[in-house]
């Protein structure tokens, strides 16, 4: 029997105990596939309408590392359809909520980790977010390619993590659409470190 194909509109109408089963034997993306590329994503529960139920997420490399950031999105109240036009502040996307790629086998082991270890992994706990981003600290994506070898389409689960042992299930994710970035994240041009 022939693995099923997934599109981000089977995978966004599909269930949770579903959406676990890929993401349980799907296989990890390479972060490196990732970079200089922008992805128009849904957040699957309604819990979503919290943070937007549509985002962009963009990826790119600085100092030999993988980054990614976030994109405000104008809400269309088209769930998985319609369009994924950017909220612009200056003539820019707005840009937040930075975050590291890479795989979870490569993050220290923890409790949270243990289901996921063949997955990708989006680490928001890192020094660049500060202020206004200091509360994405907490998130953590799990992060898995539903076809394998096909990085256009993937399919994510979000933790809130307070502590190694609270973990808070915030909602499934889907990043599909992909396309070239055309605004660079401010700080792909800068020589600080993040």
Same mark, same amino acid.
């Given at each position: 029997?022939?693995?099923?194909?997934?599109?981000?509109?089977?995978?966004?109408?599909?269930?949770?105990?579903?959406?676990?089963?890929?993401? $349980?034997?799907?296989?990890? &993306?390479?972060?490196?596939?990732?970079?200089? @590329?922008?992805?128009? =994503?849904?957040?699957?529960?309604? +819990?979503?309408?919290?943070?937007?139920?549509?985002?962009?997420?963009?990826?790119?490399?600085?100092?030999?590392?993988?980054?990614?950031?976030?994109?405000?999105?104008?809400?269309?109240?088209?769930?998985?359809?319609?369009?994924?036009?950017?909220?612009?502040?200056?003539?820019?996307?707005?840009?937040?909520?930075?975050?590291?790629?890479? $795989?979870?086998?490569?993050? &220290?082991?923890?409790?949270?980790?243990?289901? @996921?270890?063949?997955? =990708?992994?989006?680490?928001?706990? +890192?020094?660049?977010?500060?202020?206004?981003?200091?509360?994405?600290?907490?998130?953590?994506?799990?992060?898995?390619?539903?076809?394998?070898?096909?990085?256009?389409?993937?399919?994510?689960?979000?933790?809130?993590?307070?502590?190694?042992?609270?973990?808070?299930?915030?909602?499934?994710?889907?990043?599909?659409?992909?396309?070239?970035?055309?605004?660079?994240?401010?700080?792909?041009?800068?020589?600080?470190?993040?």
């Amino acid at each position: 029997m022939a693995a099923q194909s997934w599109t981000y509109e089977s995978l966004a109408q599909a269930d949770s105990t579903t959406l676990e089963q890929v993401l $349980l034997t799907g296989t990890p &993306p390479d972060p490196e596939q990732l970079n200089g @590329y922008i992805y128009c =994503g849904w957040n699957h529960e309604w +819990i979503g309408h919290l943070s937007g139920k549509k985002f962009k997420k963009g990826f790119w490399k600085k100092d030999g590392r993988n980054f990614g950031y976030n994109e405000i999105v104008i809400p269309d109240y088209q769930e998985y359809r319609g369009d994924w036009k950017v909220r612009l502040w200056q003539g820019r996307p707005i840009q937040l909520g930075y975050f590291r790629t890479s $795989l979870i086998a490569q993050e &220290p082991p923890q409790p949270l980790y243990e289901p @996921y270890q063949h997955l =990708g992994h989006f680490n928001y706990n +890192i020094d660049i977010n500060t202020g206004l981003n200091l509360p994405f600290r907490f998130i953590r994506d799990m992060v898995v390619l539903p076809n394998a070898d096909d990085h256009s389409l993937m399919l994510c689960k979000a933790y809130l993590q307070g502590f190694h042992w609270l973990n808070v299930f915030y909602c499934y994710f889907l990043l599909g659409h992909r396309q070239p970035i055309e605004y660079l994240p401010y700080w792909a041009q800068e020589n600080e470190r993040v």
